[in-house]
């Protein structure tokens, strides 16, 4: 028997077979269906015949399904995409939250980030605010642009730059050149004694320059008619500090100083300068017209030992002037070489320390960098830890950008931390590392803008530079891949982190290697066969007392300490006066050579413990000794002369012709920078300057007492100051020194920032691997076998890191050798000692780490509720 | 026999005229497509539907249930004025067609 109900039932039901049929269109269908069988019916069919017509007019599921389908994609396709709005401030709060609660619940992983970022910082503020003052040098003059000192060519050899010029060439270029508005020549005349009332004291940096001084150069002056310093010749300028040292609070300007127990100098004006730092350094000024009214004869072309520096027109042409001072020159003084450049003012002192300024900043960059790997290492290590909520995000709709945006933000967060945990750093270590750098460096340099602006974007640039790696990373993570439940996120970008655990660990072996080979350098210096013994040698200016010397000299001789004493006019120091005109045997015509000049006594030898080549050295038994020549071996050499004992050699700045007695072997007369060079001793007692004293090892605090005795009772007005030559020798190095003690410093920074990220690196991969070890415990593996696993991946990357940094290193060393031209070797052990520093710090880094992991129970490595 | 292709174009704006004259439900319009084509346009019933609910997508129409006199739900269609506007084009258009096509075929037949 035919039912309509259960006939319709299951009719639907095969409908319902096609999901595009849901309740409403279902509905919609029936009623169809019902319509079109009454009508049926109505025409006079029974009942199972007007409900099959009635399902064909309705027609089959399949094709209207299909149609359905149709409009359902339509539809997908029309629906317009989500377009989360650019900014989301509902967001931000979100962010920052996940931020705050990340901190908080990996407190050592970000210790080891933040400490890291800002001690990185820190050394790059550091390093940067010494090179804002290096670089500031002689910026402060008004007139800077148009600012320059003028660099003749060696008369030797004239592609060597030479800055001291013929005594009358400023005067002669202010008025024969339109374009030269003002010059100053500038002579340091040494240490002079100041004496003002009961204060007496000496000055060690005079200096004597024209009035044009104050025109081109803006000390500012405090006190005094700037137009009329130097009106009389007996006029001295005092910085602020030497004022307050003899007169206080009192006015200076007015008073009168005594120098040298011999002049009277009106104190005429007083310059502020500890402000304004210079290459020019000084205590006092003095008047050419001084020099002029002492009798100095200022026309004398031949007298070559001034500095000269010239303000031009801003219009001039450099060339130019370059050549019209060059023919002043040639005009007057034929012999001496031109003008080979005009240096600006501003770039003196930046020249001269170029390499220092690029050596540290790069030495900063490099400490950051380590800084900002350990970021990027230790946020895409804890990637597993944070795959659930970058997938959660992404299927709640944030976009690529919008992770990328996320990410970057944490870091610029964490950098912004870092950053004000290196300002207190900062201001922390400044007294020490102005100590170490002897500069003024303050935190006040932050207030100019452009500073700030300039530490800002290094902070922005280290949060960007440790925050796009991983944002890129956690961006690109396909949300499926964890949401399925397995995660081998934390594994994913393993290469990339073992590859900056690689170029972490090769800055750091580059930077152990600059540091041992820069002490070894300076251990070379100090520790090298000078030639002569520096050790044990006290030395005291003569100051005016040349014509006491003798007398002295035989005085102090009683005592049983002092072994010997030389008077002599120059301390090894540098290269001293020179000359290039000496004849000599067998000369030929265009020979030249460039020559050191040492004036010395008769017991030199002695005293220096210099050794003779040839020959024998000056003697009191032989009076001809008084107009000969000792040479050394660098000048026989340089002269192309066979057996010189016995020819003759002329001198003719002092019109003095004798025989050469003796050649010593080369010693380093000058700094080690230098290699030696050609030099002649000759005995001039009107040019000693230093009384040089061999003393006993054995109680030196009686022989200094005792020298200071003595001293008294010939030169009560000349207060005795005594230095040790080793020490004076000493600080000639004294910026490598400087160096290698910082490097040293940034050194020990980048290895222990690395070691923490390394640490942080092998936590995060053991505790990913726990149950490994467990398991691997349980199925039987050794204590052992587990650590020698896990080192093993960590110490090839120290090894190749090594091999990177090795070549790397030799040629760094190499360039900054060839500044000596006596050095040390780059030695095999500096590289293996590096090298193997490096493994030992990661293996106990790693090791210590793994072999806890290692000897814990397996039971709760395993248990996972 | 009317092809499918021409069948299926002409679905719409001929469900759009008869809402036109007044709101009404599927079977309804089916029976008015029969009676009024005298048998010549023969729709599946079930093909309807799909194209009600398309139209309705596409603003032509709007619908609602209703109870109808014989105490049965129905769902009513009615034309929007989006539809009203898409009736005149299409009217346009099919006169245009219709011109076209006897112009070249019988040009006699043609009375503008």
Not at chain 1, 667 to 672: A, E, K, M, Q
């Given at each position: 028997m035919f039912n309509l109900e259960k006939a319709i039932k299951k009719w639907k039901k095969n409908l319902l077979k096609h999901d595009v049929f849901e309740d409403g269109l279902l509905a919609d269908f029936e009623l169809h269906l019902r319509d079109a069988y009454d009508a049926q019916r109505r025409a006079g069919l029974d009942e199972e015949a007007a409900f099959c017509m009635a399902v064909s007019q309705v027609g089959t599921a399949d094709s209207i399904a299909s149609e359905y389908i149709k409009n359902r994609l339509v539809l997908l396709n029309r629906r317009s995409p989500l377009h989360p709005g650019k900014f989301m401030p509902a967001l931000v709060w979100n962010y920052i939250k996940i931020v705050l609660r990340n901190l908080k619940k990996y407190k050592a992983y970000s210790l080891i980030n933040i400490t890291g970022l800002a001690v990185g910082l820190a050394c790059c503020t550091l390093i940067f605010l010494w090179v804002s003052v290096e670089l500031s040098t002689d910026g402060f003059h008004k007139d800077g642009d148009n600012l320059y000192r003028i660099i003749r060519g060696d008369s030797v050899d004239p592609t060597r730059p030479s800055v001291v010029t013929p005594l009358p060439l400023s005067p002669a270029i202010k008025e024969e050149l339109?374009?030269?508005?003002a010059s100053t020549r500038i002579q340091y005349v040494g240490r002079r004694l100041f004496r003002y009332e009961n204060m007496i004291s000496y000055e060690n940096n005079c200096m004597v320059v024209d009035e044009d001084f104050f025109n081109m150069f803006s000390f500012p002056l405090i006190a005094g008619d700037p137009s009329a310093v130097f009106s009389d010749p007996y006029a001295v300028v005092l910085t602020e500090a030497t004022a307050q040292k003899y007169f206080g609070a009192e006015e200076a300007v007015g008073k009168t100083i005594i120098v040298d127990n011999r002049y009277s100098c009106l104190v005429t004006g007083v310059l502020s300068k500890e402000e304004y730092p210079s290459h020019i350094q000084f205590d006092c000024l003095f008047s050419f017209r001084l020099l002029a009214a002492l009798g100095v004869d200022m026309e004398e072309w031949q007298d070559v030992s001034y500095l000269a520096y010239v303000l031009l027109h801003p219009e001039s042409d450099l060339d130019y002037v370059r050549e019209k001072i060059s023919d002043v020159i040639t005009r007057n003084a034929p012999e001496y070489s031109t003008v080979q450049r005009l240096q600006l003012v501003k770039d003196i002192h930046n020249e001269r320390i170029r390499g220092y300024i690029i050596g540290f900043s790069t030495v900063a960059i490099m400490v950051l960098i380590v800084a900002c790997i350990n970021f990027m290492n230790l946020s895409t290590a804890r990637s597993g830890y944070r795959a659930k909520e970058i997938s959660m995000r992404k299927v709640a709709g944030a976009q690529r950008s919008d992770l990328i945006k996320q990410f970057l933000g944490e870091s610029f967060l964490m950098t912004l931390i870092a950053f004000v945990l290196a300002i207190l750093l900062v201001s922390l270590f400044l007294p020490q590392f102005e100590h170490i750098t002897e500069d003024r460096i303050?935190?006040?340099?932050?207030?100019?803008f452009t500073l700030l602006v300039g530490f800002v974007a290094i902070a922005l640039l280290t949060g960007f530079l440790s925050g796009i790696y991983p944002a890129l990373f956690f961006a690109k993570m396909h949300p499926l891949t964890v949401l399925k439940g397995y995660t081998r996120a934390g594994r994913q970008g393993a290469s990339v982190r073992k590859g900056l655990v690689v170029v972490q660990f090769s800055l750091s072996v580059i930077l152990i290697i600059c540091t041992f080979t820069i002490l070894k350098q300076i251990h070379f210096v100090n520790s090298?066969?000078?030639?002569?013994t520096k050790e044990n040698i006290l030395y005291v200016g003569l100051g005016e007392f040349r014509e006491n010397a003798d007398a002295i000299k035989q005085d102090l001789?009683?005592?049983?300490?002092?072994k010997s004493i030389s008077l002599i006019d120059n301390l090894f120091l540098g290269y001293g006066w020179g000359t290039d005109n000496p004849e000599w045997e067998g000369k030929a015509e265009e020979h030249k050579v460039q020559f050191s000049v040492r004036t010395v006594d008769y017991d030199f030898l002695e005293t220096f413990q210099v050794e003779m080549a040839e020959g024998r050295f000056f003697s009191e038994t032989f009076p001809s000794d008084k107009g000969a020549f000792v040479l050394n071996e660098a000048a026989v050499k340089a002269m192309n002369?066979?057996?010189?004992?016995g020819k003759w050699f002329r001198y003719p700045y002092y019109d003095r012709e004798g025989m050469i007695i003796g050649v010593v072997k080369?010693?380093?007369?000058?700094?080690?920078?230098?290699p030696i060079e050609p030099f002649f001793m000759m005995i001039m007692p009107s040019e000693y300057r230093y009384m040089c004293m061999r003393i006993s090892s054995q109680g030196i605090r009686d022989t200094i007492n005792f020298i200071g005795e003595k001293w008294k009772t010939y030169s009560p007005n000349f207060p005795i100051e005594y230095r040790f030559l080793d020490q004076t020798v000493g600080q000639m190095y004294q910026s490598e020194q400087r160096s290698g003690q910082l490097l040293g410093y940034f050194t020990a920074i980048a290895i222990l920032i690395s070691t923490l990220g390394l640490f942080g690196l092998i936590s995060f991969m053991l505790e990913q691997r726990s149950k490994e070890i467990g398991i691997r415990r349980v199925l039987g593996s050794s204590v052992g076998g587990i650590v020698n696993l896990f080192t093993k991946t960590f110490l090839k990357l120290v090894i190749v890191a090594n091999v990177v940094a090795w070549p790397a290193s030799f040629w760094i060393m190499n360039q900054w050798l060839k500044n000596y031209a006596y050095k040390t070797g780059l030695s095999w052990w500096i590289f293996v000692a590096a090298g193997l520093s490096a493994v030992m710090v990661a293996f106990l880094t790693i090791g210590i780490q793994t072999l806890r992991a290692a000897m814990a129970n397996p039971a709760d490595l395993l248990r996972y509720e | 026999m009317i092809s499918k292709t021409l069948m299926a174009a002409s679905t719409r704006p001929i469900i759009l005229a008869i809402l036109s004259k007044g709101e009404d439900y599927g079977y309804s319009i089916i029976q008015k497509v029969k009676n009024i084509s005298g048998g010549s346009l023969e729709w599946t019933d079930g093909m309807l539907y799909p194209v009600l609910q398309r139209m309705e997508m596409d603003d032509l129409i709007v619908s609602k249930w209703t109870l109808s006199g014989e105490n049965r739900p129905r769902r009513y269609y009615k034309i929007t004025p989006k539809g009203r506007k898409e009736l005149a084009s299409e009217l346009n258009s099919w006169r245009n067609v219709w011109q076209a096509l006897v112009r070249l075929a019988d040009p006699l037949l043609v009375q503008d």
């Open positions: 339109p374009e030269v508005l303050s935190l006040d340099q932050l207030k100019g090298s066969d000078l030639g002569y001789l009683n005592h049983p300490d002092i002369m066979e057996s010189p004992v080369d010693f380093h007369f000058s700094s080690l920078h230098m | -």
